[in-house]
């Protein structure tokens, strides 16, 4: 009721052609992308609308015939009625197609070119490594873990022969 | 247009009639793999170390080498 008078007061002319005043209420033209949309899934083998919206005048003899006996149909009148309610069979629909290898292709590139991007990080942007990576460091590392016998059964210090001071053959 | 009647049931149970013998076979398979090519020859290896195990030799070589903080070497 506040709506029409409101409208009233501001002018018939005023009012925007999307507006329809119906006694007390505005209603809103309907938008396109807020009805079911159509699409074509295995999962879900009945969409909520059918394929062809607008029907021709002999596709709507169709749908007429089609409120009859459905045995006086024939084989290309099924069909036709198959195709105004879905646009690819199921056949059509699961068919692969040949996309996976433009995927795993652009994968592969995509990670060459981080590869790239990585050796030129390590060159140009790392500073030096920790004075402990040096080879001398590292060789007293390595005779402080076999002293202290890391893993003696079957890991570090199991292969250190320790009466003759060298590796084990 | 007269195909068969496609099969409608049963579906779940010819499946697993299929795959659970797999399913099962797979799994004991890699249990009993596992167990003969890893854990077997972990155990032999441990009672072999510890057949002729010397703990005081061990502890003495350790304590020489100078690793330790509570025990300084023998001589010091």
Known sequence: MLASRALSLIGKRAISASVCVRGAHGVAK?????????????????????YVQQLTAEQKSLKEKEKGS????????KLALYRISFKDSFAEMNQGSEEWKTVVGGILFFLGFTGLIVLWQRKYVYGPVPH???PLYKEQELQRMLDMRINPVE????????????WKK | M???KPVMRGLLAKRLKFHLPIAFGVAITTALMYKF???EPRKKAYANFYK???????FK???????????RPAGK
């Open chain 1, 30 to 50: 309907v938008e396109d992308y807020t009805l079911h949309p159509y699409f074509d899934r295995r999962e879900t083998p009945l969409p909520e609308v059918a």
């Open chain 1, 70 to 77: 459905w045995a006086a149909l024939s084989n290309e009148e």
């Open chain 1, 132 to 134: 402990t990576f040096d």
């Open chain 1, 155 to 166: 890991g570090f210090s199991a292969k250190w022969d320790y009466e003759n001071k060298q």
């Open chain 2, 2 to 4: 007269s195909l068969p």
């Open chain 2, 37 to 39: 090519a890893v854990t």
């Open chain 2, 52 to 58: 002729n195990y010397d703990a005081v030799k061990e």
């Open chain 2, 61 to 71: 070589a350790m304590r020489e080498a100078g690793i330790f903080e509570s025990v």
